[in-house]
């Protein structure tokens, strides 16, 4: 995430995303969800219980 807020962070995950198929079926939502969160810095992981 580094400086970006969590919206522009979100647009850039969903662009990247884009480019992988794995990260566009529904079997991978779960993973999908756990790469995002892993991404985003540290104090909001602890604001959403994020470990």
């Known amino acids: ?3 970006l807020s969590v919206a ?3 647009i ?3 662009t990247l995303c884009a480019f992988s ?3 566009n079926t ?3 939502e ?3 969800c756990m790469k995002f969160e892993s ?3 540290p104090d909001i992981k ?3 219980g994020f470990s």
Do not use: S, T, V, W
Request: aromatic share 16%; glycine share 8%.
């Open 1 to 3: 995430q580094g400086n």
């Open 8 to 10: 522009d962070y979100a």
């Open 12 to 14: 850039k995950f969903e």
């Open 21 to 23: 198929p794995y990260y």
């Open 26 to 28: 529904l079997e991978a």
């Open 30 to 32: 779960d993973d999908k």
């Open 39 to 41: 991404g985003l810095r």
């Open 46 to 48: 602890h604001m959403i």
